[in-house]
């Protein structure tokens, strides 16, 4: 199983990005998929995820700012972040769970700062 995020960088406060995580050697379309984001100093939490069936949930300092989304055909998850927040500065990691454990990708980072 490997998951390749990308589209971390240096935004503005207010500014958008979208991260993307590209899943291989999982059944993707049968998978719940989900964002997790570490803060220097901090613990990981879950900012978003997403079921199989589409069915979304988030944390609550991210609703209505952020969106998951996944496209099955491309076995890829997205999560488009607006009206970005400096607290909102993280390692984003996107997880699965298969085969009795979990997985995650590498990382990519996200500084929002003036």
């Known amino acids: 199983v490997q998951l390749q995020a990308s589209g971390g960088g240096l935004v503005q406060p207010g500014g958008s990005l979208r991260l993307s995580c590209k899943a291989s050697?999982?059944?993707?379309?049968?998978?719940?998929m989900s964002w997790y984001r570490q803060a220097p100093g901090k613990q990981r939490e879950l900012v978003a995820s997403?079921?199989?069936?589409?069915?979304?949930n988030y944390e609550d300092s991210v609703k209505d700012r952020f969106s998951i989304s996944r496209d099955n055909v491309r076995r890829t998850v997205y999560l488009q972040m607006n009206s970005l927040k400096p607290e909102d500065t993280a390692v984003y990691s996107c997880?699965?769970?298969?085969?009795?454990?979990?997985?995650w990708g590498q990382g990519t980072e996200v500084t929002v700062s003036s």
């Open positions: 997880q699965v769970f298969s085969r009795g454990r979990n997985y």
């Open positions: 050697g999982i059944n993707f379309s049968l998978n719940a």
């Open positions: 997403i079921s199989s069936g589409g069915a979304t």
